[in-house]
Structure formats: C-alpha cells, structure tokens
C-alpha cells in the first residue's frame, strides 16, 4: 500500500496516537518504506513510537540562518540537505522527521525554500508518508507541498467536537492543501457506541465517518506508565480499529 496520510484536529483528540498506529500498520502490510513526518510544533509522535530524534527541521533552520549566508548557492542547497539526512530518525520499515517549532523573529526565506524542497524530494524515496499535523496542517500546505490522499480529521466523542472537526476540514481547504480523500475518525467513543447526538451532529457536517475508535484502556495504561503507546497489544481495541479503516482505504 502506497499512500500520503495526515491526520489533523484539536489538540488531545487522538492525532498522535492514531499516527503511530497508522506507521506501524504500514510497516507491517507492505507500506514500508514509511516516513513518518511530525508536524505537531508540540511534537511527541516519537514518544509514541518509542523513539528519540536528535535534531528538528525547525533547529536546522534556526542554525541555517547564520551558516547558510557563509556558502554559496549550490552548497546552500547541499548543506540543508545532508543536515536533513542527518535529522532522519532511521528506525526498522520506517523513518522519522520532526518539523518543530514555527520559526521566530528573523529572516527564514531561504531555508524554508529549501527545506520545502528537501522535504518534497525527502518523501520520493518512500512508499508511504503518514503526517502528524496540527489544526489546519500549515505544515504540509505551506512547508512540504505534499498532497495528501487521505485526511483523516479527528475529533472527541462530542457534538462540539465534531463541529470543530468540520471547521478544520474548511480550514485545511481554505489553506490550499490538496486532499484526494478525507474522513472523520471519531475517537475515545465509550464502549465503541456512538451517541445519537454525535451522530446526527456528524450527519450535519456531511464529513464521511470513517471509523469509531472507542476508549482504549491499554492506550491510557500505556500514557499512565510513559510506555509507547505503540506498544498496545495486537488485538488492543484502538489499534485493531484503525487497522481496519487502514485495511479499507487499499480499496
Ligand atoms: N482511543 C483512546 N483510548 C484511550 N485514550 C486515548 C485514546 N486515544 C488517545 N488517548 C489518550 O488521549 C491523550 C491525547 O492523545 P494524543 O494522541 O496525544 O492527542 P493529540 O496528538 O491529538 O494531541 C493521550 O493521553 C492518549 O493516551
Ligand atoms: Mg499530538
């Protein structure tokens, strides 16, 4: 399976969690190489995965700004290349990239051309990209170009939530990201059943729901402990969940 996947909502519905579970899924079903990209300015899918990375694009670019006016054009281009290579967490069927944090005062022009470039070339030498994004993911429209085949919008089991979830998707449109699919994944449902009132708030949206992930004790067990939450078992309720929707989008 081959495919560019970002995830995006609110912050605590589930983003991180479910990106990770998505990595691993497409390591384990052929999707490998997988570049798992965290685009969270509050990132922590390495924690999830239960990994560690040593530098952020976001440092690349704030060291850039002064090393990079020291070299000339062609070696600007090769140096933020190799410091992005550098900054790839190389792990087993996948890597990780971390963006960090939005850049501060000062001029970024030209690292961020570069590094949106690096990034685009980046993702050619891998079969699928799963991106943690924030609300909005300004991160893959503005700093990456990647398009995106399948968005999956998350949200809490609440009706606001879902009307949250709605205003993201818009905004994601409004942001200029190409989206081929997107779908809403509504998570930490209790017992897996939905409320009516979630239900006809969804309706309202008219986003397509794409899977209810219920409230799964092994992934707060996990948080609890500072364990990865990608250890889950096999069979952990969230994890066979999202399996399913992933097994769904090969069709
Ligand atoms: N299905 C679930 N069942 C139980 N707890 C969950 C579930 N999904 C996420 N959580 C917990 O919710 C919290 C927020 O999840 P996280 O993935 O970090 O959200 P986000 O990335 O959107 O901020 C974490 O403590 C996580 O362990
Ligand atoms: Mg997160």
Do not use: W
């Amino acid at each position: 399976m081959s495919y560019t996947i970002a995830t995006t909502g609110k912050g605590g519905v589930g983003k991180t969690t479910i990106s990770a579970l998505m990595v691993q899924y497409l390591v384990a079903n052929g999707g490998a190489p997988v570049l798992a990209v965290d685009a969270d300015s509050n990132a922590n899918l390495n924690e999830a995965l239960g990994i560690s990375y040593d530098a952020s694009v976001g440092a690349i670019r704030e060291d850039s700004k002064t090393e990079v006016n020291k070299l000339s054009g062609v070696a600007k281009n090769d140096y933020l290349d190799m410091r992005v290579q550098e900054a790839l967490a190389e792990q087993n069927g996948y890597d990780l990239i971390v963006m960090g944090r939005p850049e501060g005062p000062g001029c970024y022009c030209f690292a961020n051309n570069v590094l949106r470039d690096v990034i685009k070339r980046l993702s050619a030498n891998y079969k699928s990209i799963v991106v943690d994004s924030e609300a909005g993911c300004e991160h893959i429209s503005r700093r990456t170009l990647l398009e995106i085949d399948f968005l999956a919008i998350v949200s809490d089991c609440t009706v606001r939530g879902v009307r949250t979830a709605s205003r993201i998707s818009d905004l994601v449109d409004e942001m200029g990201t190409k989206v081929r699919r997107r779908g809403l994944i509504v998570n930490r449902v209790p017992g897996g059943e939905m409320p009516e009132g979630v239900r006809a708030a969804i309706e309202e949206t008219g986003l397509p729901l794409a899977a209810v992930v219920p409230t799964d004790e092994s992934v707060a067990a996990m948080d609890a402990g500072g364990i990865a939450i990608g250890d889950i078992p096999a069979n952990a309720a969230a994890r066979v969940c999202i399996n399913n929707l992933m097994d769904g989008l090969k069709a």
